[in-house]
């Protein structure tokens, strides 16, 4: 029976965590090639999901402090928002955070900015779990932009391994900028 | 050693009827107990001498632990060489016993003592479905809530038009039947938070303190603002965030 009434809800990271390891118990459930798959991909895109839930809301904690705790660079950083010259009226001659114009930022440069603001670890890239993190943002990538001539392949073990990816990359985020440890 | 100044002060401020003594079993009882009367005077002047310190638009910029006293007992038993908590203690010596007449602080008193009685007032009186539950009734009295209140009190105490929002009672409404929100408060949890959590100011650990401060510190900003979900967000927000500054490498504040 098709669900009528809208549901809302918030989820944080760990929720997102909870689904992804569902989804793989769910995908060792059936046979059915398609669903497997269909299973997985859903379950490594949580386990992102979970990633940029985290990175999201640790930002929002550091937008709910006075806003000159940040030069104004960092500012429009975190409020992904256009930093800009103003030409005409009261902000002649100011930089200015541009409210109407948004600046996305990739979730690897939020991660790049929180840990080299608050900690002095520097060169994550040459770390192995960095390495980890790009294959999984490169499958992520093939599902979330799918194309006639890539064939996607995921089996249990790789989704395990990327969800694995996320809580130490979460782990890594909080032990650097909240000097926290996170509990799984 | 102070003699009943304590139990004078409180009798003053309406936390005890007149003529009425302090609880002989404190977790039994819903009356304030030694421990925390002492816990409300000595954050009271923490937070004042904190106001002397830091001004305007910094004190958003720091995060405060209240604190708690030892109860008599608790410090007699633990070896220390009084009964007396010894800030408590420090802090009657230096201001003299007359201390207590301090205007400010009864001032600072008699808004907590309302807080309180409206607190339970609109739980008695099971509006909005709330459970008329003794922790419901007396959220006031949780120690993390007093002491982050009476912190609160001492530091706007150079703010005037803040202090005045901080002594009005929260505003309730259909979704918020009491002004301490216990019900929310007692749901309220952070996604970092461990599985034993139980709740926004239900225990004393210096998180739960720092959190209750900076709750009321936020909604000392708005005079409109109740304490809802949104409110306890932004204030644990903002308790994590100063803690990245506190503790990171990066520049001092």
Redesign the interface.
């Given at each position: 029976m098709r669900l009528k009434r809208v549901i809302a809800m918030t989820f944080?990271?760990?929720d997102y965590i909870d689904f992804s390891e569902k989804l793989v118990r769910d995908s060792e459930k059936t046979t059915i090639k398609a669903r497997q798959l269909a299973l997985l991909s859903s379950s490594l895109i949580f386990a992102w999901i979970a990633i940029e839930s985290?990175v999201n809301?640790?930002i929002?904690?550091?937008?709910?402090?006075?806003p000159?705790?940040f030069q104004m660079h960092e500012k429009a950083f975190l409020l992904e928002k256009s930093l800009r010259f103003g030409d005409k009226g009261v902000n002649i001659g100011k930089f200015i955070i541009d409210k109407n114009r948004n600046e996305f930022r990739r979730l690897e440069d939020k991660i790049f900015f929180l840990i080299a603001?608050?900690?002095?670890a520097n060169n994550i890239k040459g770390d192995t779990l960095w390495q980890s993190f790009e294959r999984f943002r490169d499958k992520r990538n093939t599902i979330v932009h799918p194309r006639r001539d890539n064939d996607l392949s995921l089996d249990v073990e790789e989704v395990v391994t990327y969800q694995n990816v996320t809580k130490k990359i979460i782990s890594l985020i909080?032990e650097n900028?909240?000097?926290?440890k996170?509990?799984f | 050693m102070f003699g009943d100044t304590l139990r004078g002060w409180c009798q003053k401020v309406g936390l005890l009827t007149s003529g009425e003594d302090f609880p002989d079993v404190g977790p039994k009882s819903e009356k304030i107990t030694v421990k925390l009367a002492r816990t409300f005077i000595v954050n009271f002047y923490l937070g004042k001498k904190m106001a002397d310190k830091i001004s305007g638009?910094k004190i958003?910029?720091t995060i405060y632990e209240p604190y708690l006293a030892d109860s008599g007992t608790a410090a007699y038993l633990a070896g220390k060489t009084s009964l007396i908590d010894s800030e408590y203690q420090t802090i009657m010596e230096t201001n003299g016993i007359n201390n207590l007449n301090d205007k400010a602080l009864i001032e600072a008193g008699k808004s907590f003592s309302n807080l309180h009685k409206a607190q339970q007032t609109a739980v008695k009186s099971g509006k909005g479905k709330i459970k008329n539950s003794k922790s419901y009734r007396n959220k006031a009295l949780v120690e993390s809530i007093l002491s982050g209140w009476s912190f609160v009190a001492g530091l706007l105490q150079n703010e005037p038009d803040r202090l005045k929002v901080h002594y009005l009672i929260p505003k309730t409404s259909a979704k918020i039947p009491a002004p301490l929100n216990a019900a929310e408060m007692s749901r309220f949890k952070h996604?970092?938070d461990?599985v034993t959590y139980r709740g926004y100011g239900t225990r004393s650990s210096p998180n739960d303190r720092q959190r209750v401060a900076q709750l009321f510190l936020a909604r000392s900003l708005d005079e409109k603002s109740s304490i809802d979900h949104k409110l306890m967000q932004?204030a644990v927000?903002?308790v994590?965030?100063?803690?990245?500054?506190k503790?990171?490498?990066?520049h001092d504040?």
């Amino acid at each position: 029976m098709r669900l009528k009434r809208v549901i809302a809800m918030t989820f944080n990271f760990r929720d997102y965590i909870d689904f992804s390891e569902k989804l793989v118990r769910d995908s060792e459930k059936t046979t059915i090639k398609a669903r497997q798959l269909a299973l997985l991909s859903s379950s490594l895109i949580f386990a992102w999901i979970a990633i940029e839930s985290f990175v999201n809301n640790m930002i929002d904690d550091f937008n709910q402090i006075p806003p000159d705790m940040f030069q104004m660079h960092e500012k429009a950083f975190l409020l992904e928002k256009s930093l800009r010259f103003g030409d005409k009226g009261v902000n002649i001659g100011k930089f200015i955070i541009d409210k109407n114009r948004n600046e996305f930022r990739r979730l690897e440069d939020k991660i790049f900015f929180l840990i080299a603001k608050f900690s002095s670890a520097n060169n994550i890239k040459g770390d192995t779990l960095w390495q980890s993190f790009e294959r999984f943002r490169d499958k992520r990538n093939t599902i979330v932009h799918p194309r006639r001539d890539n064939d996607l392949s995921l089996d249990v073990e790789e989704v395990v391994t990327y969800q694995n990816v996320t809580k130490k990359i979460i782990s890594l985020i909080s032990e650097n900028v909240l000097k926290k440890k996170i509990l799984f | 050693m102070f003699g009943d100044t304590l139990r004078g002060w409180c009798q003053k401020v309406g936390l005890l009827t007149s003529g009425e003594d302090f609880p002989d079993v404190g977790p039994k009882s819903e009356k304030i107990t030694v421990k925390l009367a002492r816990t409300f005077i000595v954050n009271f002047y923490l937070g004042k001498k904190m106001a002397d310190k830091i001004s305007g638009d910094k004190i958003d910029k720091t995060i405060y632990e209240p604190y708690l006293a030892d109860s008599g007992t608790a410090a007699y038993l633990a070896g220390k060489t009084s009964l007396i908590d010894s800030e408590y203690q420090t802090i009657m010596e230096t201001n003299g016993i007359n201390n207590l007449n301090d205007k400010a602080l009864i001032e600072a008193g008699k808004s907590f003592s309302n807080l309180h009685k409206a607190q339970q007032t609109a739980v008695k009186s099971g509006k909005g479905k709330i459970k008329n539950s003794k922790s419901y009734r007396n959220k006031a009295l949780v120690e993390s809530i007093l002491s982050g209140w009476s912190f609160v009190a001492g530091l706007l105490q150079n703010e005037p038009d803040r202090l005045k929002v901080h002594y009005l009672i929260p505003k309730t409404s259909a979704k918020i039947p009491a002004p301490l929100n216990a019900a929310e408060m007692s749901r309220f949890k952070h996604e970092d938070d461990p599985v034993t959590y139980r709740g926004y100011g239900t225990r004393s650990s210096p998180n739960d303190r720092q959190r209750v401060a900076q709750l009321f510190l936020a909604r000392s900003l708005d005079e409109k603002s109740s304490i809802d979900h949104k409110l306890m967000q932004k204030a644990v927000s903002q308790v994590r965030a100063l803690n990245a500054f506190k503790k990171g490498y990066s520049h001092d504040i």
